[in-house]
């Protein structure tokens, strides 16, 4: 028989020192792999995005640079009259619909809070009744420590308007931006009072 074929202790420990051998170059070799992908992902990723603009008619490419982005009262202001829009815009109130549509402007634990205060004004004072809701004639004033915002409420109780001259007091925050609120401004407190002009 071949002696090197037969399994002596010799034999066993030369294989098991090829194999361990065998190992650690496939180990060096996989975290050098490693290495490579991160650098090459951590290059990728901090390189300016391109954003793509898609239509029916064509695609249209722009080169973008990453900056802090600075958030100015218009964008405040502007980010309050679509809280206004959802909040008190609607055909037929629902509590289920109103809480998505005021979720990516609120905080997350107000918007319970403010639904249920709409329900229980609306639900108690008009039950049964069909309402709809409009506003117009809306300012917005923002100042350092609150946005207050002026408007009337035109509520139609079975299509008949009644106009309520009504004032919004609300502080605003600034959080992670999602996807529907990208500036990350979110109410976090609200106070209403309806008549006041």
Same mark, same amino acid.
């Given at each position: 028989?071949?002696?090197?074929?037969?399994?002596?202790?010799? !034999?066993?420990?030369?294989?098991?020192?090829?194999?361990?051998?065998?190992?650690?170059?496939?180990?060096?070799?996989?975290?050098?792999?490693? #290495?490579?992908?991160?650098?090459?992902?951590?290059?990728?990723?901090?390189?300016?995005?391109?954003?793509?603009?898609?239509?029916?008619?064509?695609?249209?490419?722009?080169?973008?640079?990453?900056?802090?982005?600075?958030?100015?009262?218009?964008?405040?202001?502007?980010?309050?009259?679509?809280?206004?829009?959802?909040?008190? =815009?609607?055909?037929?109130?629902?509590?289920?619909?109103?809480?998505?549509?005021?979720?990516?402007?609120?905080?997350?634990?107000?918007?319970?809070? #403010?639904?249920?205060?709409?329900?229980?004004?609306?639900?108690?004072?008009?039950?049964?009744?069909?309402?709809?809701?409009?506003?117009?004639? =809306?300012?917005?004033?923002?100042?350092?420590?609150?946005?207050?915002?002026?408007?009337?409420?035109?509520?139609? #109780?079975?299509?008949?308007?009644? =106009?309520?001259?009504?004032?919004?007091?609300?502080?605003?925050?600034?959080?992670?931006?999602?996807?529907? !609120?990208?500036?990350?401004?979110?109410?976090?407190?609200? =106070?209403?009072?309806?008549?006041?002009?």
């Amino acid at each position: 028989m071949n002696e090197k074929s037969k399994n002596t202790i010799p !034999n066993i420990w030369t294989a098991q020192e090829n194999l361990i051998h065998f190992y650690r170059l496939l180990s060096a070799g996989l975290g050098g792999l490693a #290495i490579v992908l991160l650098v090459t992902a951590l290059a990728f990723g901090f390189r300016d995005p391109i954003v793509v603009v898609k239509s029916q008619a064509a695609q249209e490419f722009f080169p973008s640079q990453r900056a802090p982005v600075s958030i100015e009262k218009q964008d405040v202001e502007a980010i309050s009259r679509r809280f206004l829009d959802a909040l008190y =815009v609607w055909r037929e109130f629902s509590g289920q619909a109103l809480t998505k549509e005021i979720a990516p402007y609120v905080e997350e634990a107000l918007v319970a809070k #403010i639904v249920d205060s709409q329900s229980l004004k609306y639900g108690k004072d008009f039950k049964g009744k069909k309402l709809a809701q409009e506003i117009s004639f =809306v300012k917005v004033e923002v100042l350092e420590d609150r946005v207050v915002c002026t408007f009337d409420r035109i509520l139609k #109780i079975e299509g008949v308007p009644l =106009v309520i001259p009504t004032e919004v007091t609300l502080s605003m925050l600034r959080s992670s931006s999602t996807r529907e !609120n990208p500036m990350g401004v979110f109410v976090s407190g609200i =106070v209403e009072n309806e008549g006041a002009k």
